[in-house]
């Protein structure tokens, strides 16, 4: 048996399909947009930018995938993201950890501190950041970014996952110890498996973030051999600025890694994250 909807809630619930579709428009036309553009040549995009090619040009997509320098810039985004994601989970675990299951004097405020972080503006650091790193001998060095990009991701990522942890109740922890189990132990061996979903979660948003991001990787490569995939779109717009159907299958190409990832780990991100706001 059907319930009716009383009219204001018919009235929400339609103002929230129309918002969810301007939404759904303002992302999904733009990337059609480059899609099919990379498709046509200049003449085209000058004549019939919102029109289907005619013809197809897959040559733009085609050449850059031949050329050696996007799979290196890909190999590189792939590497940074994947070594900034062990070492932010991995450190943040264990601090979210602390945070969550012990009690000291000091605790609040020390979790204050990394909360701070999070309205901290990476713009703001980027010329200490940048001197710092020339003194560590970290410049045209995978660690100059992956370093500073898991400092960045540390307050978001141990604030879920101190959520999170909380929730697991005291009785667990008990029954660990009592069979033998150290807290390190109990950390290893039972925290971490059940907490999954959080980790899915926070190692979604670092890689995401290291992936997208432009600045550091442009502040601390001068060598073009480490240059990431935003970095390499912006030296490939500069070279071909004549050329804009090719830059933009550059960017869609650039772009599919990314968006393949975070749909296939869509459903654990949003597990994670309603999981750690129930907490």
Same mark, same amino acid.
């Given at each position: 048996?059907?319930?009716?909807?009383?009219?204001?809630?018919?009235?929400?619930?339609?103002?929230?399909?129309?918002?969810?579709?301007?939404?759904?428009?303002?992302?999904?036309?733009?990337?059609?947009?480059?899609?099919?553009?990379?498709?046509?040549?200049?003449?085209?995009?000058?004549?019939?930018?919102?029109?289907?090619?005619?013809?197809?040009?897959?040559?733009?997509?085609? !050449?850059?995938?031949?050329? *050696?320098? +996007? =799979? /290196?810039? @890909?190999?590189?985004?792939?590497?940074? $993201? #994947? &070594? %900034?994601?062990?070492?932010?989970?991995?450190?943040?675990?264990?601090?979210?950890?602390?945070?969550?299951?012990?009690?000291?004097?000091?605790?609040?405020?020390?979790?204050?501190?990394?909360?701070?972080?999070?309205?901290?503006?990476?713009?703001?650091?980027?010329?200490?950041?940048?001197?710092?790193?020339?003194?560590?001998?970290?410049?045209?060095?995978?660690?100059?970014?992956?370093?500073?990009?898991?400092?960045?991701?540390?307050?978001?990522?141990?604030?879920?996952?101190?959520?999170?942890?909380?929730?697991?109740?005291?009785?667990?922890?008990?029954?660990?110890?009592?069979? !033998?189990?150290?807290?390190? *132990?109990? +950390? =290893? /061996?039972? @925290?971490?498996?059940?907490?999954?979903? $959080? #980790? &899915? %979660?926070?190692?979604?948003?670092?890689?995401?973030?290291?992936?997208?991001?432009?600045?550091?990787?442009?502040?601390?490569?001068?060598?073009?051999?480490?240059?990431?995939?935003?970095?390499?779109?912006?030296?490939?717009?500069?070279?071909?600025?004549?050329?804009?159907?090719?830059?933009?299958?550059?960017?869609?190409?650039?772009?599919?890694?990314?968006?393949?990832?975070?749909?296939?780990?869509?459903?654990?991100?949003?597990?994670?994250?309603?999981?750690?706001?129930?907490?």
């Amino acid at each position: 048996m059907t319930t009716r909807q009383k009219p204001g809630e018919r009235s929400r619930s339609l103002v929230l399909h129309l918002i969810s579709v301007a939404v759904g428009a303002l992302i999904v036309v733009p990337i059609g947009f480059g899609v099919l553009g990379g498709f046509k040549d200049n003449g085209q995009l000058s004549s019939n930018p919102l029109g289907w090619p005619d013809p197809w040009v897959p040559e733009n997509y085609t !050449g850059i995938l031949a050329s *050696g320098v +996007f =799979w /290196r810039q @890909l190999g590189n985004s792939t590497l940074i $993201a #994947l &070594a %900034t994601t062990l070492v932010v989970v991995g450190t943040a675990a264990m601090a979210a950890f602390v945070f969550a299951r012990f009690s000291f004097r000091g605790r609040e405020f020390l979790f204050t501190l990394f909360a701070v972080g999070l309205m901290f503006p990476f713009a703001v650091a980027i010329l200490p950041l940048f001197i710092l790193l020339r003194t560590m001998g970290l410049l045209d060095n995978p660690l100059g970014v992956i370093l500073p990009q898991a400092a960045f991701g540390l307050p978001v990522t141990i604030i879920i996952l101190r959520q999170f942890f909380r929730t697991i109740p005291a009785e667990v922890e008990e029954a660990a110890t009592l069979d !033998g189990c150290s807290p390190f *132990g109990f +950390f =290893w /061996r039972v @925290l971490l498996p059940m907490a999954r979903p $959080a #980790l &899915a %979660t926070v190692s979604v948003l670092a890689i995401v973030a290291s992936w997208n991001n432009f600045m550091l990787p442009l502040v601390v490569f001068t060598d073009q051999s480490w240059w990431t995939l935003p970095v390499g779109v912006q030296a490939f717009q500069g070279q071909y600025s004549d050329d804009t159907a090719r830059v933009l299958a550059y960017v869609v190409l650039s772009m599919v890694p990314a968006l393949g990832f975070y749909a296939v780990a869509e459903r654990q991100l949003i597990g994670g994250l309603a999981g750690s706001v129930k907490g």
